[in-house]
């Protein structure tokens, strides 16, 4: 596996369709469709992936973390995340329980009720 590639990620303005860019290792594209395109910090295959950037465009951060590979071909599999222009390690998330979107709670669905224990007769 090649060096881990620590940044600096940042993300390339103006640029919103592959079709114009291929992503060097470090450049964000932040793509239209809402997906960002990068390189993976370990293996620098190319990663599409659905994620928020926050902060600057010179100094991104994601909102999560990126699996290698989970979109498209399997690559390494690493886990990272980029802060501050920065990409780290990430761990895995934890399978969490999944809150309802807004379309379903309007829609009439509620999450499962907590059990409650019965109250104490009088
Ligand atoms: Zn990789």
């Given at each position: 596996m090649a060096e881990w590639f620590k940044g600096p990620y940042f993300v390339l303005e103006?640029?919103?369709?592959l079709a114009v860019k291929r992503p060097a290792r470090g450049e964000i594209i932040a793509h239209d469709s809402g997906a960002v395109v990068l390189r993976c910090p370990a293996c620098a295959a190319i990663q599409f992936a659905r994620a928020n950037i926050l902060n600057?465009?010179?100094t991104p951060t994601l909102d999560r973390a990126i699996q290698c590979g989970s979109g498209h071909c399997k690559r390494c599999g690493v886990w990272f995340t980029i802060r501050n222009g920065e990409a780290f390690p990430a761990e895995a998330p934890e399978k969490k329980e999944v809150a309802l979107p807004d379309k379903l709670k309007k829609a009439g669905v509620h999450p499962q009720p907590e059990l409650k224990l019965k109250p104490k007769a009088e």
């Open positions: 103006g640029v919103v369709r600057s465009p010179k």
